[in-house]
């Protein structure tokens, strides 16, 4: 047996410790594993310090070495975080219907745990503690495997948190950590299909599609957000203009940013003049169709398909006028990534077309891309955001982490009781 | 391209039109195509007929024959079951969630189509009518891979469901049958991620395990079911014995057929004596423990691993006394399969211990196993029961061939509303 199917079954069987804890204490748990944090603070810090030398030595700069950096305040707020979970309802046990048939059986759907998570992420060493208090909340056990950038800083933070477990009376084994990085261990594991009951990716284009290739057990992916916003004939210009700033320009490294603005024929005179000044003051870049170009009043490239189809990332923006709410929505269908798309509008038939008519895990009418997160849409803490149209699409919180079983009370009833006759 | 590609792809382009029919236009379809089965009655006999030869000539018998059989009365049995899909609730735009939060954005959770689903099953030729009836009925496209064995029945009912889609003004790529039936092409099918959502495998271990080894699209597997019932110490005899022949003797060739009973030792003496009598009248085999053997006052082979492992789908129960619910529990982890376990119990405190720790799809308190079945359980119809715990766990209805996503309603909320103050 290798020696990752050795752990997985460890984390499996620890698993059926974790599932059957009260709510209580499992939260107990979790402000304990927030504690351990604190107390692990300078042992965290120092584990930091050799990840941040080590990328500095790679080259490491920017972003990447910024969402790597770990500081007393950071880790305070990770420590938080794990705390705010605890203080999240319970989705395990929830009775989410009940009916008594009519021969008297009552059927109940009632939430379980998956089972075990495997998290597969890169450089945020956040995303250990985080991912491990909600699988954990949600009666899971986890199986955690991050980037190499983050070796040390993921390990001082795991066992401050298995230690929690382990004070709690509980395997540690719930929660484990992947410190072997060679490719080959994560296949070996992304095969477990016995083992894991789903595996999560989430992190740069390469790293989901290399799990998605590999996976024998369920993946739900957390993919690119190609967000659109369109402004419809009937949109107050105002407003659109606050959730295409909002969109594009408060975060454009988010994947709940928006990459595309489409607008209608008959408000583009109007609209595009502004919205080319506000974005240029903010510092965006436009790729626009020739429609457009004509009206932004601002220095603009010319768009091409891979322009419509690009998650950029970053302070650009592909803009397009479309004749009608249909043409908004075929662009939307054809370059769309099923993340998050948003109308603005005064029409409320028009709204209903667009949010019918577009299938993606998150439709707004009027509100920002950027309130497509667990946190802002109501789950408290969120796992990833699902591109994936099965179990769970769109935001992830500890509900998503469970599934519905049937539990079914009787008095004896049976099928045929005809068979009984002679006994 | 393949042409498995091509025709998964217009089955895709197919199911934005049905993703976005009314419930009254679906469930007016839904009788057009239970009418349409009844118009081609002759074709798809005539059809079976040409099944039923090549089936004997290769020397198939006994219940695949069965299996394979159409008459008229099991035509119509099968346009009936198409018309009681038409009567189910609608899940597409069910609002299943609504909030509203803090910044006055309305967050609702609504059950869209998952898209595409591929239904991959083996000789029952009235899968083709039921599986195409509730993939449409939750506004999904279908494409459908049965057996070599029912190809010509197959086609016949495709072709009268799909003749359905024409006449009303629908394209019939939504239901799509596949006649190539090489192993090469179902792998090609089931490697296309971006265009189907799901495969559902229905049949026997072997095409299940062909699946889920060759996909590279999410798969719900609908597993063996190794289905228990606990005899508990404090539980009613007669009512434990209604529950044991009802689970066994009814109908064994089915997956929710009892394969194991597991009996107490306080109550062995008492019950197993009945049982071995009841279930011998009933030509039930026993492979037995060492402790039930003695009791069971009939001959009884001796039960090894694999006995407890096994599903027989067949007169054959497995018996062992435990000591405890403890023991009752371990045993059901150990060799269950996660389909429906049974207690039959006075005592509530562990009826809920046993429900608590067990983490089956279905568990049932003093009610047959038998009821674990979609219609049973309130679904109205089923596609399967899936042992897959994640997405849906146990029987499978229309629902479970939807998924939640998020719709959001604003007047013009943004996340970061300073950034908006210049404009």
Sequence with gaps: MTDIKQQAMQCRDAAQATAQLSTGDKDALLRAMADALEADADSILQANARDLDAARAKGITGALLDRLTLDGKRLQGIADAVREVAQLPDPVGQVTRSEVRPNGIRVERVRVPLGVIAMIYEARPNVTA?????????????ILRGGSEALHSNTAIAAALRRALREAGLPDAALSLITDLDRQTMIDLLQLSD?????????GEGLIRFVAEHARVPVIKHYKGVCHLFVDASADPALALRLL???KASRPGVCNALETLLVHRDIAAEFLPRAGAALKARGVELRADAASLSLL????????DDDYAAEFLDLILAVRVVDDLDQAIDH??????????VIATGDDANAARFVHALRSAVVMVNASSRFSDGGELGLGAEIGISTTRLHSYGPMGAESLTVERFVVRGEGQVR???????D
């Design 195 to 203: 083992i894991i009951d789903l595996a999560i990716p989430r992190g």
């Design 297 to 304: 009043g601002v220095d603009a490239r010319p768009a091409d």
């Design 416 to 422: 045929h009781p005809d068979l009984l006759a002679a």
């Design 245 to 247: 700033l909002d969109g």
């Design 332 to 341: 939307i269908r054809r370059y769309g990534s099923d993340h998050t798309e």
């Design 130 to 142: 985080d991912a491990a208090a909600l699988c954990i909340k949600a009666g899971n056990g986890v």
